[in-house]
């Protein structure tokens, strides 16, 4: 069994079954580097503290708004590890654990779900220093074949390190829920209120909706008052707030379609959207943008289990809710078919991805030896 290091930002409730299924397959210790005050995690969702797999705690510090594991350079070593997969995420740790390894003789893997390079400053400049590490890393998982594209667009990427794990979530809460779509049909937004999630263009398309319908917003965010100030007087368009996750199962099967308007911002392009692997599990159809990594990673397939609409263009989007909204029996037949879709989307395709990377790593560095 291969010993490895997992070194990821945090442990979020949607990897707690990964990380597991990887730790059954792999000797893994897992070092979890980043803290809640992240600006892509919600707070008021709790992190997961205990799971079956092994953590090792380092000394955690922030430097200029990033946070850091020194004591990492001292723990990695070719005595105690076969392999290092390191997440993309960290702007100090992902240099520092790639430079760990390659003075050690440590094979890494690299895991992105990266399909467009920011373009503020900061990330233009060291845009080559990220490529450099896609050039040179042993082995690299990608959220979906999106990524490999984006990834193998790179100058000197092999292609033949690049392994697709798609994405997963834990489908048992959703597959015990049966969708209803009864009574008036309920549109169901489910995310941050941030401009990267489409908002304003959900809410420009569900006003030209003529069909009786309301739009449910779940979640939170800094744009939510600015949303209050818009929707004020509007009884179509409800926020709901923060929903605990034990809750979201039967708040979506009471749903016509969720959508997902998501843009692409200087700074940011829907890495995936985990929830539309929750929706589709729960038997409902899904609209969602081109900008959106479940569509462009084809778990999201327009006219089969779902539309994908061109990002920014509130007029097609109306016209794909206007369909479901119109036809509850061409929801249900979309929704049906959704639930099976996303069965291929699971834990065990992700874990088998990075045990694949991780030998096709130790093979290439024993080779480089």
Known sequence: MRR????????PHYRLRLFEEVARRMDADF????????RYWNRRIPLVREGDFRRVALRRVRI???????????????????AVVKCLNGRLMLP????ACRLRGLPIVIWTGMWYHPQTRVHRL?????????????????????VKRFVCEVDGVDPGKVFV???????????????TMEGEADVLFIGQFEER?????????????????????????????????RIDGDERVQIVGYVPQEELPERLARARCLVLPSVTTALDREPWGLVVNEAMHAGVPVVTTDAVGAAAGELVVDGRNGYVVPERDPVALAGALRRLVADRDLALQLGRQAREDAAAFNYDRMASAFEAAVEHAIAVRARAT
């Open 126 to 146: 060291t845009r080559p220093l990220t490529e450099a590490i896609y050039r040179h890393a042993d082995a690299i998982v990608t959220y979906g074949e999106h």
């Open 31 to 38: 070092y979890f580097f980043a803290d809640e005050r992240e």
């Open 197 to 229: 999630k489409g908002i304003d263009d959900l809410l420009d398309a569900f006003g030209a909706i003529e069909q009786p319908a309301r739009l449910s917003l779940v979640g939170n965010g800094t744009r939510e008052e600015a949303i209050r100030a």
């Open 64 to 82: 200029a708004g990033q946070s850091f594991m020194p004591g990492i350079v001292r723990a990695l070593s070719r005595r105690r590890y076969d």
């Open 96 to 99: 520092l654990t790639y430079l």
């Open 4 to 11: 490895i290091a997992f070194i990821n930002y945090f442990c």
């Open 165 to 179: 794990a798609g994405q997963a979530v834990d489908s048992a809460r959703f597959l015990r829920v049966e969708p």
